[in-house]
């Protein structure tokens, strides 16, 4: 199995920035297609925010382009979300998750988290007006 603990979330003012980690361990680290980010704001589903797979590849969700940035430090077990220009409807608690069976593609994991196989508990994000 895969355990997930995400930190780094906080309250900020809209334009400015956070980096959001997760603390990968278990004795599957290795094993994965995809780890990633989710979000769900009060009243709203799950929503896929960037997922990167075992070669690096990096995908994102259509509300976050060019202002967020997903990358991994395979020395460090850790993956990172760097959040710029954030938004008041960036808002959400944020968890990180991990893909290990039925890989599919990356954008299929950000349009269906049901799929995600391994979820952290979530920090949660606060952007001001």
């Known amino acids: 199995q895969v355990q997930l603990v995400e930190s780094g979330g906080g309250s900020v003012q809209a334009g400015g920035y956070l980096r959001l980690s997760c603390a990968v361990s278990g004795y599957m680290y290795s094993s994965y297609c995809f780890r990633g980010w989710f979000r769900r704001a009060p009243g709203k589903g799950r929503e896929g925010v960037a997922v990167i797979a075992t070669d690096g590849t990096t995908t994102y969700g259509d509300s976050v382009k060019n202002r967020f940035t997903i990358s991994q430090d395979n020395a460090k077990r850790t993956l990172y979300l760097e959040m710029n220009s954030l938004k008041p409807e960036d808002s959400a608690m944020y968890y990180c998750?991990?893909?290990?069976?039925?890989?599919?593609?990356?954008?299929?994991?950000?349009?269906?988290?049901?799929?995600?196989?391994?979820w952290g508990q979530g920090t949660q994000v606060t952007v001001s007006s």
């Open positions: 998750a991990s893909k290990r069976r039925y890989c599919g593609s990356a954008l299929s994991l950000l349009n269906l988290p049901s799929t995600v196989d391994d």
